[in-house]
């Protein structure tokens, strides 16, 4: 997508079609059975709707390609949804969980933004693409795969991306995008804030001056309500465009795929009025602390920022953690309420009648849990784990208003998305088709952020097992149990917060075998060098 095509659609709102329309129109079938369901079990407080892990089903009905709206925030904790909390205010996203499926065991890639969202465009393990780190992202010439949104640009669908990708390259392209508007990430092609509303760039910047580097000092997590406008605001400002490009720039000739990627309820908690009225300060959870014993030391050891919060954090009021609380809450409902701004955009252009939807975090958000822990850097469940909703009408009828247990990971939204625009299927991609069973024993992610040592997470919704490793050991492509240096296994059903670590117990020798062998094949199967 040249930036004379971007430019064009931006200035006259017309439609681009730099391709024709290469439509494969793959029928797929619908291979589920109402026998193959699993019992159903209703929960009553929530009216939740649960099916047991093995999901039997592949597809949506055959028909035409669906719309695919491809949905991300930032650093949102995945129980912070009404679905699953209803004191948290998030009734778009409800609705797509009412309308779709809520995995509830999901988890990340890595509990950093740049690898987890390489992973996620990719669909590779971080070790695969490379990019360990919140470092530089991969270059043009480094890309392994086409990124998801070139990928069904390929496959003939009209693509156009709002918000943040972070792919952090010196010389990035807009991937696919034909379409792109970034508040933040410089991408060729792209039309940036910076350009299109600098004045309202410089008044978020000046109103956030005080946060620090991330926006994530504690005066950032506490925040305030934003004197901003909204359109001023990074994420206002690509919903804004969004919602113009819906009334006005699409191609009714190719099926879309829309990508609308907020930057909160990352810190900093300025937010727009009328959020914080949903909740009441005095109701909001505060963490409660382990003592240090418990806590360390850990695979994270010496990379959770204790310089930037323990000082602050340790000594804040109840009143002060409240607060934080509720911002971040707010700014979740904040960021729901673009979304369903968004939705309902979409459903009155008549563009769900024949979609699917993905809502997805690149990661959670410790929020002061484990001795005054914020944001990810750990494999913790409140960094871990991430909300995962795939809903839309294109799904059938039996699939709709269903929690689903199985152990899903970000690097299966690429092969599902792939498989529901009638690509075949990919070769050398670790993830599962989220619409087909599931053979994965765990739940798997990397964490490579300490000098010299990388953490891998194996996960079930029982147990976790979290083994270290030298990196000059891992980068050789082949692991070994022997080669681990440290260890931790939780009982997440007794030991949700993971305070007790049950690696050296004798009692637990069989399960910490029986997790370390499965890990350790899965490490081995999965090619953990680039793949270019
Ligand atoms: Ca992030």
Redesign the pocket.
């Known amino acids: 997508m040249s930036r004379g095509i971007l430019n064009k659609w931006a200035s006259k709102r017309c439609i681009v079609n730099p391709q024709p329309h290469r439509a494969t129109r793959k029928c797929v079938r619908t291979r589920m059975t109402m026998n193959s369901l699993k019992p159903i079990i209703t929960l009553g407080l929530l009216g939740l709707t649960v099916v047991a892990p093995a999901l039997r089903a592949a597809a949506p009905a055959a028909g035409s390609r669906p719309n695919i709206i491809f949905l991300m925030d ?2 949102h904790r995945r129980d912070y949804l009404g679905r699953l909390d209803a004191t948290v205010k998030t009734p778009a996203l409800d609705r797509l969980a009412k309308e779709g499926i809520l995995f509830d065991q999901a988890v990340c890639q890595a509990p ?2 740049i690898p ?2 390489h992973s996620m465009l990719l669909g590779l393990y971080p070790h695969q693409t490379g990019i360990l780190s919140n470092g530089p992202g991969l270059e043009e010439d480094q890309l392994p795969c086409d990124p998801l949104p070139e990928l069904l640009r390929k496959a003939g669908y009209q693509t156009a991306g709002f918000g943040k990708t ?1 792919w952090l390259a010196a010389n990035c392209s807009t991937r696919g995008f034909e379409v792109r508007y970034s508040s933040t990430d410089r991408e060729k092609g792209a039309i940036m804030m910076g350009k299109d509303n600098p004045a309202g760039l410089k008044r978020y910047y000046d109103e956030v001056k005080d946060y620090g580097d991330g926006e994530e000092f504690p005066a950032g997590y506490l925040g305030r309500t934003s004197a901003v406008a909204e359109e001023d605001h990074r994420d206002g400002w690509a919903c804004k465009h969004c919602l113009e490009f819906i009334e006005s720039g699409r191609d009714p000739a190719r099926p879309l795929f829309l990508y609308l990627s907020f930057l909160k309820p ?1 810190a900093g908690a300025n937010v727009p009025p009328g959020y914080e009225q949903l909740y009441d300060l005095a109701a909001m959870p505060v963490p409660i602390q382990p003592s240090l014993a418990q806590v360390e030391p850990c695979h994270a050891t010496g990379n959770d920022r204790q310089g930037m919060y323990r000082e602050f954090w340790s000594k804040a009021t109840r009143e002060q953690w409240q607060q934080m609380v509720l911002r971040y809450r707010a700014n979740c409902s904040w960021i729901d309420s673009m979304f369903g701004r968004v939705m309902d955009k979409l459903r009155a252009k008549g563009l769900l009648d024949n979609c699917i939807i993905v809502y997805v ?3 959670g958000e410790m929020l002061g849990e484990r001795y005054y822990r914020f944001n ?1 850097y750990c494999l913790y469940d409140a960094s871990a784990r991430v909300p995962l909703i795939l809903s839309g009408t294109a799904l059938p009828a039996a699939m709709r208003g269903v929690v689903d247990h199985r152990l899903a990971e970000e690097v299966d939204i690429y092969p599902t998305l792939a498989a529901l625009a009638g690509i075949p299927k990919l070769a050398g991609k670790p993830g599962e088709n989220l619409l087909a069973a599931s053979s994965r024993k765990a739940g798997f992610c990397e964490y490579s952020d300490r000098p010299g040592k990388v953490a891998f997470m194996w996960r079930t919704a029982e147990r976790k097992l979290i083994l270290s490793f030298p990196k000059t050991v891992v980068q050789t492509g082949k692991v070994q149990l022997s080669d681990a240096v440290a260890g931790e296994l939780y009982d997440l059903k007794a030991d949700p917060k993971e305070w007790h670590n049950l690696y050296s117990q004798a009692e637990s020798a069989t399960q910490r075998e029986a997790m370390s062998r499965e890990l350790i094949e899965h490490l081995n199967s999965v090619a953990l060098k680039p793949a270019k």
């Open positions: 930032d650093e950093m933004c987890s969202r972070h990352h975090s690149d990661h990810k």
